[in-house]
């Protein structure tokens, strides 16, 4: 062991059990052994048996995938897809009513909102880097809402409030408007 590890680190030593002959052993390598020496014998008496006119790939078993490796792998690969195909399917593409909307509640202008839409619905949601839009409302920030898209000024103006006085008589109008309805 002094040869392999070049001194004496009591974790990897600990991992280590030596018998009555001297020889170190390391259970999970015993352990792995063993598995590898049964998967090879399993896969030796498979390929032995004839199947009726199948193929050797096609007596190729699922549990044979699993046998050895680890279990989990194949499992996350398929977790995996399946959520990338679940996001693909949950992307939506927006109306043009929707991306004007978003556009000048942001404070951006309707023709920015309109170039924006055609860009995108002409290439199927696919930005110019040739990656799948996910969220249009991202792409619009990171991409659409800049300094010459947005709306002029004068437009955010707030209007004056009416005084308390002309506000009655603005009420008083309405409600004589709602009787004579």
Same mark, same amino acid.
């Given at each position: 062991?002094?040869?392999?590890? %070049?001194?004496?680190?009591?974790?990897?030593?600990?991992?280590?059990?030596?018998?009555?002959?001297?020889?170190?052993?390391?259970?999970?390598?015993?352990?792995e052994?063993?598995?590898?020496?049964?998967?090879?014998?399993?896969?030796?008496?498979?390929?032995?048996? =004839? =199947?009726?006119?199948?193929?050797?790939?096609?007596?190729?078993?699922?549990?044979?995938?699993?046998?050895?490796?680890?279990?989990?792998?194949?499992?996350?690969?398929?977790?995996?897809?399946?959520?990338?195909?679940?996001?693909?399917?949950?992307?939506?593409?927006? @109306?043009?009513?929707?991306?004007?909307?978003?556009?000048?509640?942001?404070?951006?202008?309707?023709?920015? #909102?309109?170039?924006?839409?055609?860009?995108?619905?002409?290439?199927?949601?696919?930005?110019?880097k %040739?990656?799948?839009?996910?969220?249009?409302?991202?792409?619009?920030? #990171?991409?659409?809402?800049?300094?010459?898209?947005?709306?002029?000024?004068?437009k955010?103006?707030? @209007?004056?409030?009416?005084n308390?006085?002309?506000?009655?008589?603005?009420?008083?109008?309405?409600? @004589?408007e709602?009787?004579?309805?």
């Amino acid at each position: 062991m002094l040869k392999i590890c %070049g001194e004496h680190d009591p974790e990897i030593w600990a991992k280590f059990y030596k018998d009555e002959e001297g020889n170190f052993f390391n259970e999970r390598l015993r352990h792995e052994i063993e598995k590898r020496k049964a998967y090879t014998e399993s896969r030796r008496k498979n390929a032995s048996v =004839k =199947k009726k006119g199948d193929a050797y790939d096609e007596a190729y078993a699922k549990h044979m995938e699993d046998h050895m490796g680890n279990r989990n792998r194949n499992v996350n690969k398929k977790e995996n897809k399946s959520k990338e195909e679940e996001m693909k399917k949950k992307f939506k593409p927006p @109306l043009l009513n929707e991306v004007e909307e978003y556009f000048t509640e942001k404070g951006y202008t309707i023709e920015a #909102a309109r170039r924006a839409f055609e860009y995108y619905s002409v290439n199927n949601w696919v930005d110019g880097k %040739g990656n799948e839009v996910k969220n249009w409302k991202q792409k619009m920030i #990171a991409v659409w809402f800049r300094e010459e898209n947005k709306q002029p000024k004068e437009k955010y103006k707030r @209007l004056d409030l009416p005084n308390k006085e002309e506000a009655d008589k603005i009420i008083k109008a309405a409600k @004589l408007e709602i009787k004579t309805v």
